[in-house]
């Protein structure tokens, strides 16, 4: 008898592939939630999730001396580069082009999730983040989002823990 289809077993996820092929390779189990409407800001994102603004992980890439580097930044912040620049000891910090996200990430901007992505990059995560014991970061998709506990999505991202977030004012 052979082996079932597992597709034939239980609907495909509503992630991108390449982020619900991660997620199973890190043994993550996750409710992805799909919207029909797209995502593409924290604030759709958190409108979508019924949840505070803060609750939402942006995942940024910006430029450090020319490299690619992912910020987790809460949704409610600004990341500053000033202070990215200080921690990384870099000259410049620039924020990439939707190009060079797609070509470091695998993905689109507005669906940039915090891991799974298709080169390994440096990743810095706003200390913030882990003020909530949840939050929802993109699926790989506009249109999806999941929940996990902020310690545990900035370990499988493979974070440092910084303050990179600009002041309030």
Known sequence: MSTPDPTEIAPASPAHPRFAEALAELGLQ??????????????????????????????LVFTADGVPV??????SSRVDVELVRRELGVRKV??????????TTGYAIGGVPP????????????????DHAVVWAAAG??????PLDPKTLI??????????REPAK
């Not at 799909?34 to 995942?59: M, Y």
């Not at 992912?70 to 949704?75: A, H, I, P, S, T």
């Not at 891991?115 to 882990?130: C, E, I, P, Q, S």
């Open 141 to 146: 998709t506009p249109h999806t989002v999941f």
């Open 70 to 75: 992912l910020v987790l930044m809460d949704g």
């Open 94 to 103: 620039a924020r990439a082009n939707a190009d060079l996200v797609r070509e």
């Open 30 to 59: 996750v409710e992805v939630r799909r919207f029909p409407d797209a995502t593409r800001t924290a604030a759709e994102a958190a409108a979508a999730v019924g949840c505070e603004l803060s609750e939402i992980v942006k995942s």
């Open 115 to 130: 891991f799974g992505h298709a080169t390994k990059t440096r990743v810095l995560a706003d200390r913030r983040l882990l």
């Open 155 to 164: 370990a499988h991202a493979g974070a440092t823990v910084a303050d990179v």
